[in-house]
């Protein structure tokens, strides 16, 4: 075969692995990465520090820390007996015990994790409770400004060609939610229990909306982050349209020692 039938073989080759691939990420699986910590300790995407350390009683557990990237300020999981992690709270870096500050120190890197994306997940059904789901913000909604800790910070602007998140589904049209101080999320009056790890996460409000409480309007859903402390969701910017849905959260591929299915 002469050179150009060589190369128009390759060229050819070339083209069909290229639509190809345009295909399968267009409407197949498509890569993700957690850009931020608002689905920690599920999904991480911020500067972490995990490890062992001592409490205030000098008792040893295991803690995930997650550092503020503008301010010596941290949010604190630790885990329980059955190994899931619970919220311990927001600190500044000199509330930490002594052995904390140290795991700070040693251990505190960037982690973003990676994740599969299911495409077509929801064309023939639609999402279920504590599916975690890839999606564009609702188109020209501005969230409001929220206070917390005293402070009060500036709305976000969303742009629906640039702002795509990973959530979690807590809610669905003709559902009413909310959220109280007491942390439980609650559909149509009863707290969720199920799936478990909505149950297990501590839900916040803010000081200006010391109850989250709405009625989800037809063709909506709620979607919410598993770090409620630290996360721009349906709270800020409202129900989320499910024409919106990019698809379904299903592997966590990066890092190779984390690799899961999540399935919830």
Known sequence: MSFMGVLREWADALVIAFVLAMFIRTYVVELFKIPSGSMSPTLLGDYVAEGAAT??????????????????????????????????????????TSSQQILLQQNLHLEEHRIFVNKFAYWFKPPARGDIIVF??????????????GAVF???????DQSVY??????????????????HLRINGHVVTDPEIMSLIQYTTTDLTPIYDIEVPEGHMIALGDNSDNSADSRYWGPLPYENLRGKAFLRYWPLSKIRFLNN
């Open 55 to 96: 409490d205030s009683n000098g008792e040893a557990r295991n803690y995930l820390i997650i550092r503020d990237r503008n301010a010596p300020i941290v949010q604190v999981f630790r885990k329980d007996t059955n190994q899931h992690y619970v919220y311990d709270g927001r600190f500044r870096e000199s509330d930490l």
């Open 136 to 149: 564009r913000v609702p188109f020209k909604l501005n969230a409001e400004p929220y206070e917390r800790n």
């Open 154 to 160: 500036p709305p976000y602007s969303y742009k629906r």
């Open 166 to 183: 990973v959530k979690r589904a807590a809610a669905f049209a003709g559902e009413h939610i909310q959220i109280r101080p007491d942390g």
